[in-house]
Each structure stands twice: as structure tokens, then as C-alpha cells.
Nanobody, 121 residues
């Protein structure tokens, strides 16, 4: 399983970024997909996930109302639209896929490479 994440960068607080994660058609159809992040010195944490059908989304309390996850089946790509960014959102963001999605998180079977998001104050 190969996942290609991109779209990170440097943005001022209050700004927006959109992350993308491209997968193969087989991966896209077989797995739930999601995003995690890891800030320096901290453990990796769940951010948001979306079901295979796209009909169910979940997100961490820290990003609710600011981040939106979506998926485009025509492009085999999942997106994370991040608005109202805060300095504490600074982290490496990882795309991931799994077969189990709960009310609170995604069970990860495969990780993609990360993309750096830096929010300046």
C-alpha cells in the first residue's frame, strides 16, 4: 500500500491549508482513510478519518469545526481542509488507512509519509 501525502507548508495563524493523500484505486476502495499528526516531542495523535463510502467522518475534538476531511473517488484522494489554523496545529501530518473505524479513531494498517505543517503566530 502506497500513500502519497502532500500540501503541507508554512502558514500564519488563522490561515488555511489543504492536505491531500493519493492512493491506488484498490487501496482507496478497500480502506477507511484518515489523518494523524505528530508534533515535536509528542506522540502521534489522531486527527480525522473518513469511511470507505465517504458517508461517515470522525474527528478529534481539538480540530472539530476547523478541519474537514473528504474523499474524491474519481481521484482516489482524501483531503484534509484545515481552516483557522493555530500554532498548536504545527506538526508532521500523516495519511493512513485501515479497515476499522470507530467513533473516536481509525485503526491503522498502513502509514504514508508525512508532510510538515507549520503555523506561525
Amino acid at each position: 500500500v502506497q500513500l502519497q501525502a502532500y500540501g503541507g507548508g508554512l502558514v500564519q495563524a488563522g490561515g488555511s491549508l489543504r492536505l491531500s493523500c493519493a492512493a491506488s484505486a484498490r487501496t482507496f476502495s478497500n480502506y477507511h482513510m484518515g489523518w494523524f499528526r505528530q508534533a515535536p516531542g509528542k506522540e502521534r495523535e489522531f486527527v480525522a478519518a473518513i469511511s470507505r463510502s465517504g458517508g461517515r467522518t470522525i474527528s478529534a475534538d481539538s480540530v472539530k469545526g476547523r478541519f474537514t476531511i473528504s474523499r474524491d473517488s474519481a481521484k482516489n484522494t482524501v483531503y484534509l481542509q484545515m481552516n483557522s489554523l493555530k500554532p498548536e496545529d504545527t506538526a508532521v501530518y500523516y495519511c493512513a488507512v485501515g479497515v476499522i473505524i470507530s467513533d473516536r479513531a481509525l485503526g491503522v494498517d498502513y502509514w504514508g509519509h508525512g508532510t510538515q505543517v507549520t503555523v506561525s503566530s
